[in-house]
């Protein structure tokens, strides 16, 4: 019973394709959020939706479009893609209430080449 | 935006003994939410202890617990009896309040080597 799950796993790709990263969760939470983790393992929100509405888009490229189709599905999807997008990219979920946690996914790991 | 400091980013420690993670923040606001995540090797990240500020009691599961000292916007992690499946990077994390759709706001994480 996999709570937040992510595909793929891992992405290799060129630079300049486009690509996406899926995202699914069956908790029943409302809000739900992307962050990338960088070579250094620093954790960095990037997106945040509450019931399919955006939140929160942290100074993030354009060429980075978060869609969500309903509550429980928020995919990525990467344009032109550039050697500096390699990372690991998390999903999470939470309910609203301050004190519920994050829940994330296993993460994909991007590698553009 | 909250910032948040770890300000070791490596420990160690023997199997069965002690270790304390810190981590200090920094906000203005009074009601806030705070947590650490272990991330292994396996990259899950998995919720170990969460804090609310407004509770002056220190939060325990298990071998795990914190000091929570509000005034001085400290969150430490004390984990006693190490065993070797303790070993990963720790994340401290804020939670921010509605304006940013509560998201967590990490630390750079300490990395935790726990020797036999």
């Known amino acids: 019973d996999t709570a937040v799950s992510q595909t793929p796993k891992y992405l290799v790709t060129q630079m300049g394709n486009d690509k996406s990263i899926k995202c699914e969760q069956n908790l029943g939470h409302d809000t739900m959020y992307w962050y990338k983790q960088d070579s250094k393992k620093f954790l960095k929100i990037m997106f945040s939706?509450?019931?399919?509405?955006?939140?929160i888009n942290e100074t993030v490229p354009n060429r980075f479009s978060p869609k969500s189709p309903d509550k429980a599905h928020l995919n990525l999807h990467i344009n032109s893609l550039e050697l500096g997008d390699s990372a690991v990219y998390f999903c999470a979920s939470s309910q609203r209430p301050g004190n519920s946690p994050l829940h994330f996914g296993n993460g994909t790991r991007l590698t553009v080449t | 935006a909250q910032t948040v400091t770890q300000s070791q980013p490596e420990m160690s420690v023997q199997e069965a003994e002690t270790v304390t993670l810190s981590c200090t923040y920094d906000t203005s606001e009074s009601d806030y939410y705070l947590f650490w995540y272990k991330q292994p090797p396996s990259r899950q990240m998995i919720l170990v202890i969460r804090q609310e500020a407004y509770k002056q009691q220190n939060a325990t599961e298990n071998r795990f617990s914190v000091n929570f000292q509000k005034a001085a916007k400290s969150f430490s992690l004390k984990i006693s009896d190490s065993q070797l499946g303790d070993a990963a990077m720790y994340f401290c994390a804020y939670r921010s309040g509605p304006g940013t759709g509560y998201a967590l706001n990490f630390g750079k994480g300490t990395s935790l080597l726990v020797t036999p």
């Open positions: 939706y509450n019931n399919k509405e955006l939140i």
